[in-house]
C-alpha cells in the first residue's frame, strides 16, 4: 500500500519475509480445512486462523514501515536541525513516523506471535505472568518442559539479534514510557554542550537496527509456523 502511494512498485515478498509469509498462510489454510471437516464448537481454530491472519497483516505493516523510513531518509541531509530548510525538515518528520511505527511494531508482532505459540501449545503462560510478552512465553517452554526443541531454536534467533534488539526496545520504552525517542537524543547532546547545534541521531544506525528487527521477526515467525505445520501434520499435540 505504501509503495503505491510513495509512487514505487507493489512488493513482492521473497526471502525471509515471503518465507514467513507462506508458512502463515499454510497453517491458516490447514485450520480453515479444519474448520471445515469438523465442527469447532470452542472457534478455537477459528480464533487461531483470526490470529495468524492478523501476524501477516502485521508482518506486512512491519515492512512497509521500514520502506516508507527509509524513502524519507533519503531526502535527509542536513545533519543538524538548526540548519535543516523547513521542507527537510517534513521529510525528516515522515521519516520519525514510520520509524517509529516500525520498532513498535517489532515488539508487538512479537508478542502477538508469543500468544499464538501459548495458545497452540497450552503454555498457560498467563499463570506465570498476565500480561506475558513473547519473551515471557520462550521462558514458559523451558519451565514446563515442553517443545524445547523448538525454543532453543527461538532461542538462538532472538540471541542473534540481541545488539539490535535491544537497541530498539530502548528506544520503544522511551517512546512509549518517557518521551519521544529522538527527543532523549537531543536532550544528551544537549547536556553535553549546551551552545552546540543539535545533531540529528544516526539515521543509518537506527534503520539497519530496523531492518534487523525485521528479519529477526521473519526468522522466528518463519521457524514457529513451519514447526507447528510439521507438528500438526504429525497429529501431535493438535487443538
Known amino acids: 500500500m505504501l509503495r503505491v502511494l510513495l509512487g514505487e512498485p507493489p512488493r513482492e515478498n521473497s526471502g525471509l519475509l515471503g518465507e514467513a509469509m507462506d ?8 485450520l480453515r480445512k479444519e474448520m471445515k471437516n469438523h465442527e469447532d464448537q470452542d472457534h478455537e481454530y477459528r480464533k487461531l486462523e483470526i490470529w495468524t491472519r492478523g501476524l501477516i497483516s502485521s508482518l506486512d505493516e512491519l515492512e512497509q514501515s521500514l520502506f516508507a523510513a527509509a524513502f524519507f531518509r533519503r531526502s535527509v541531509v542536513t545533519t543538524n536541525m538548526d540548519d535543516m530548510p523547513v521542507m527537510e525538515q517534513g ?23 508469543g500468544t499464538v505459540l501459548n495458545t497452540l501449545y497450552d503454555l498457560n503462560t498467563s499463570k506465570v505472568k498476565a500480561h506475558f510478552s513473547y519473551f515471557t512465553v520462550l521462558r514458559q517452554f523451558h519451565s514446563i518442559k515442553v517443545h524445547t526443541g523448538l525454543a532453543e531454536q527461538l532461542d538462538k534467533i532472538k540471541d542473534s539479534y540481541r545488539n539490535p534488539l535491544q537497541n530498539l526496545r530502548k528506544r520503544r520504552n522511551s517512546e512509549i514510557h518517557y518521551m519521544n525517542a529522538e527527543m532523549q537524543d537531543d536532550l544528551w547532546q544537549l547536556h553535553k554542550g549546551l551552545n552546540d547545534k543539535v545533531q ?40
Not at 525528516?92 to 520509524?99: G, H, I, T
Not at 531492518?211 to 501434520?233: H, P, R, T
Request: net charge negative; with cysteine; proline share 0%.
Open 200 to 239: 540529528l541521531e544516526d539515521l543509518d544506525g537506527h534503520l539497519d537496527d530496523l531492518k534487523q528487527g525485521l528479519d529477526m521477526v521473519c526468522k522466528s515467525l518463519s521457524l514457529a509456523f513451519s514447526y507447528s505445520i510439521e507438528q500438526w501434520n504429525k497429529d501431535i499435540n493438535r487443538i
Open 23 to 30: 508458512n502463515m498462510a499454510r497453517l491458516a489454510a490447514l
Open 91 to 113: 521529510e525528516y518528520a515522515r521519516y520519525v513516523y514510520f520509524y517509529k511505527n516500525g520498532f513498535i511494531r517489532v515488539f508487538s508482532l512479537l508478542d502477538k506471535l
